[in-house]
């Protein structure tokens, strides 16, 4: 029941979520077997970690400034994230 609740709770605070650079929350429920379920915005891309060892100094610290940006947004709707590496920031194709 609790992790339940955790869940639900998740599900509100990502729904609250608006930025371009943060995935959208389609759908989330329980499925017919009782299992908690996101339906989220699918991004077809690398993440930040394996994008960034090709890319120059310029894209770098543009990615990054966009990663801060959408984390700005989460702190100004009391959000904190809690498993923020770059292996959990995507880019996409285009950057």
Do not use: C
């Not at 943060?22 to 499925?31: K, W």
């Not at 077997?33 to 960034?52: I, K, P, S």
């Not at 966009?66 to 770059?86: F, I, R, T, W, Y």
């Amino acid at each position: 029941a609790e992790a339940l609740e955790r869940f639900r709770r998740e599900q509100r605070i990502l729904a609250g979520l608006n930025h371009p650079s943060i995935t959208r929350l389609f759908d989330a429920g329980e499925d017919g077997q009782g299992r908690a379920y996101l339906a989220m915005e699918w991004v077809e891309g690398e993440t930040l970690e394996t994008r960034a060892a090709g890319a120059d100094l310029r894209e770098r610290v543009r990615w990054l400034a966009e990663a801060l940006d959408a984390l700005n947004a989460a702190h100004q709707s009391l959000v904190v994230h809690l498993d923020l590496k770059p292996s959990n920031i995507l880019v996409d194709a285009g950057g």
